[in-house]
């Protein structure tokens, strides 16, 4: 059995055995977006995508097995690699929509500057919306400036972006799982809108910058 309101430093798929079927009620999912690129960060082929399938087909296998039916999902992704996995996640979950994430404002970029991301929302199944018939699929959140003292990662997403998903997607006292925690966003939010959590970060770095993080916000758990 595993341990609620802690982030474990340990891969994920060896962490997630761990927690008991349809046990978990909302995934909020950030992985790193470097498919299509080699190990030292310059373009690579398609073809190279097939070196991490497998992870991934094992990942939403399990994913499917802990979360409860007609529990939500959102994962963040970009461009590049959502063709990658949608069809992976298709193949396990019930894909809803694509969100679009308007930073309101532009990033880099040479042909066109950055200034969004997409998030794959879905459902374990079958199940009802929690949030508002209104609610549209894009959003318009500021990112964190890159010059912030709060930036803690260089992927760190906004508290106002992860609050949104919590919020809409599960109540007080849900479970909610973050299998790439990062600098530990998703537990912060959890904390503060009185949710349970479990995380994984694997990087030892980070790790350590989440459980600073947490042990700011900890007092506030029921």
């Known amino acids: 059995m595993i341990e609620l309101n802690k982030i474990y430093n340990e891969d994920c798929l060896e962490g997630m055995k761990r927690i008991p079927d349809g046990s978990v009620d909302l995934l909020i999912k950030d992985p790193p977006y470097c498919i299509g690129t080699t190990s030292n960060g310059k373009k690579g082929s398609w073809s190279d995508n097939n070196l991490i399938r497998p992870f991934f087909d094992i990942y939403f296998q399990e ?26 996640v298709e193949k396990h979950l019930n894909v809803k929509n694509l969100i679009v994430w308007d930073y309101e404002w532009i990033k880099a970029g040479s042909h066109y500057r ?30 964190i ?15 106002e972006l992860i609050g949104k998903m919590i919020k809409n997607s ?27 959590y479990i995380g994984f970060e694997i ?12 042990s700011e916000h900890q007092p506030k758990l029921l």
């Open 114 to 143: 950055f200034s969004h991301e997409f998030i794959i929302y879905g459902v374990n199944g079958d199940g009802k919306r929690r949030f508002s018939a209104s609610e549209r699929d894009v959003w318009r959140i500021r990112p």
């Open 170 to 196: 599960s109540k007080e006292g849900d479970l909610i799982l973050d299998t790439f925690m990062g600098s530990g966003t998703t537990a912060v939010c959890s904390i503060d809108l009185q949710r349970k």
């Open 63 to 88: 994913i499917k097995r802990v979360l409860k039916y007609g529990a939500e999902f959102y994962i963040n992704t970009d461009w590049r690699t959502y063709p990658f996995l949608y069809p992976i």
């Open 203 to 214: 990087d030892e770095k980070y790790y350590n910058i989440a459980l600073n993080r947490i």
């Open 145 to 159: 400036n890159f010059t912030s003292k709060e930036k803690l990662h260089n992927a760190q997403k906004p508290v």
